[in-house]
């Protein structure tokens, strides 16, 4: 069953639609995380999607491959030459921003890892916010790993120096002048800090009862299935229960007890002659407040001037 819904979402990402191939891919990816037993057939859906060469689908793949990488952390790094292979489609800070942090996580593993830094980092300056903090601490954890190589250390300077001169940013700005004096102290401390052990993505948060699953599942078209409530049990209304105002009858049987002039109140019976209580709606409740004018109601301060008025 969970291969063939591998096999279903795979198709769903080669269909016309961008957002909707974009939330397949990314389903993909969850099933990964989620699904320990399809995760081998899942990378290689991805693979497969990969090898399409689509722009936005490769930049998908890339962005939930990272999160994959996360939660298994040492077993499936060696699909990184692949990735790699795809740097030149890569336009949107996210799917920049994760591909730079596999580079700069997996250095010690990539032969080109300060080549293909070195490319990334051309127009560090004019890239979002996202991919240069990315780019900072990956260049940090080159350095790190290869520090022997002068090619390295002219790197990781350059952006060091962009990170605390030329950019406005001040966490951005100030995470530079952390990492410099790390380096510039003990750089075996900062390796200890920068490529500490990473905890793994836990899933723990999105599980949810068999049951209340099942519940869902069986009222999927309806609102039940977006607030994670079952329709059977708790009844979903609009406007929402803190917006509304219990509904105000006045009984015009009433005024005859009132101690006004006979006149006066002879003038208010004959001005009123119907029966229905007049209703006052809360201010939220405006298409009511409508249905009254135009049934010839009026509710409020309004009609109760009405009933005095000599």
Known sequence: MGRRVIIITS???SEVDIDFVRKAVRSIGRITIKVEAAADACIHSLLGLIETKVSYVVQEAIIVIKDIFRRYPGKYEGIIPKLCENLDVLDEPEAKASM????????NRIDNADELMDDLTYNFLEESTE?????????????????????????????LKWTTEEIDNPD????????????????????????????????DADRMDRGALDQLLLHTGTLGSIYHKNPE????????????????????????????????????????TRTEPIVETAPCSRPARLAN????????????????RS
């Open 11 to 13: 198709r769903y990402a």
């Open 100 to 107: 730079v942090w596999i580079i700069g996580q997996f250095a």
């Open 131 to 159: 991919v240069q903090f990315a780019l900072v601490t990956a260049a940090v954890k080159l350095f790190i790993y290869k520090s022997s190589s002068d090619s390295v250390k002219a790197l990781v300077h350059k952006v």
């Open 172 to 203: 951005l700005r100030d995470r530079g002048f952390m990492y410099w004096r790390l380096l510039a102290i003990n750089p075996a401390i900062a390796g200890e800090i920068v490529l500490s052990e990473k905890p793994a993505i836990a899933t």
């Open 233 to 272: 049990v708790r009844r979903l209304t609009w406007p929402p229960v803190h917006c509304r105002r219990p509904l105000i009858g006045i009984d015009l049987s009433l005024l005859s007890l009132l101690d006004v002039h006979p006149r006066r109140r002879g003038q208010s019976a004959r001005r009123f």
């Open 293 to 308: 004018v135009r049934s010839g109601r009026r509710g409020g301060p309004r009609a109760r001037r009405t009933w005095y």
